[in-house]
């Protein structure tokens, strides 16, 4: 049975920007275990972005509350790492400063050596050596850069990932071998990392996570969930169990899409 310690508790959350009337949140009630990979799925648009962003603290509630451990979210926090899709590295150091400073922050007072040990660790965790750490970003692709932000976010060891459609920019094979290793990443840690991933991928939920929670549109609220059986890249187009799953999660999504459509 998973921990609720560290767990995550949304209760009867709505969101309103400011300067604005528009209800884009309304009545999200979740509980999210400590340990478990949450794939937050929905169409574009629908609100899953402003959700993480209140989930990292960078937005208040505008009615009901979320609590990390019992305790309400009171502004971004170093146990709770992001990450998102444009790679949030800073573009004037390089990959490995930006890890480094990260670490700097979360561990305070440490010896020099050891913040450029982790980086290194780091950085060979994603499947990255040395020769990177004095790279800007900008020498890097893509798929490196999201490498670097995935190792930065896991280096300072948070309790809770927030991940943006991370791999969304990346071309199919790098995105394949990028979802690869955050399952690996995830899976080798004891305790495990409780993970929220966005994505507007029925496929890449269905791989990633141990449970999704479907977004409707306007204003957004829960219209699914399920849990998800642990599969493979393979199985999950091939088992008639996985091939159900997949069809009721697309079925949900038209039919809330069906029922914005003005006709
Ligand atoms: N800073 C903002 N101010 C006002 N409206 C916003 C802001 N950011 C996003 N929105 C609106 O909120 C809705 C949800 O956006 P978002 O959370 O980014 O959706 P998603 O991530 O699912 O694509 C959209 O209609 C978008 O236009
Ligand atoms: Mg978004």
Same mark, same amino acid.
């Given at each position: ?87 949030? /590295?800073?573009?004037?150091?390089? *990959?490995?400063?930006?890890?480094? %400073?990260?670490?700097?922050? !979360?561990?305070? $007072?440490?010896? +020099? ?56 920019? /990346?071309?199919?094979?790098?995105? *394949?071998?990028?979802?690869?290793? %955050?399952?690996?990443?995830? !899976?080798?840690? $004891?305790?495990? +990392? ?68 003005? %006709?």
């Amino acid at each position: 049975m998973p921990d609720f310690e560290n767990g995550i508790k949304i209760v009867n959350l709505s969101f309103i920007y400011h300067d604005d009337n528009i209800m884009i949140l309304k009545d999200i009630n979740v509980e999210i275990n400590s340990g478990e990979f949450v794939c937050i799925l929905g169409q574009s648009g629908c609100g899953k972005s402003t959700l993480l962003r209140l989930l990292a603290g960078l937005e208040k509630p505008v009615t009901g509350e979320i609590t990390v451990n019992s305790k309400p979210i009171k502004g971004a926090s170093l146990d709770r790492g992001v990450v998102f899709q444009d790679y949030g /590295l800073f573009p004037w150091l390089t *990959a490995g400063e930006n890890i480094k %400073l990260a670490l700097e922050q !979360k561990f305070k $007072n440490r010896p +020099k050596n050891e913040y450029r040990e982790r980086t290194l660790r780091a950085l060979n965790q994603v499947g990255l050596n040395e020769s990177v750490y004095n790279k800007l970003p900008k020498a890097l692709s893509g798929g490196m850069k999201q490498r670097c932000a995935i190792a930065q976010a896991f280096a300072i060891e948070p309790s809770i990932l927030l991940m943006d459609e991370p791999f969304g920019a /990346l071309d199919a094979v790098t995105r *394949a071998r990028l979802q690869d290793m %955050l399952i690996e990443l995830w !899976k080798n840690q $004891n305790p495990k +990392k409780t993970i929220i991933f966005v994505t507007h991928d029925v496929d890449e939920a269905i791989l990633l996570s141990n449970r999704i929670i479907v977004l409707g549109q306007s204003p957004s609220r829960i219209i699914h969930e399920c849990y998800v059986p642990d599969t493979t890249r393979e199985k999950q187009f091939e088992d008639l169990e996985m091939l159900k799953l997949r069809n009721e999660l697309i079925r949900q999504i038209n039919k809330d899409v069906a029922s914005h459509t003005i %006709l």
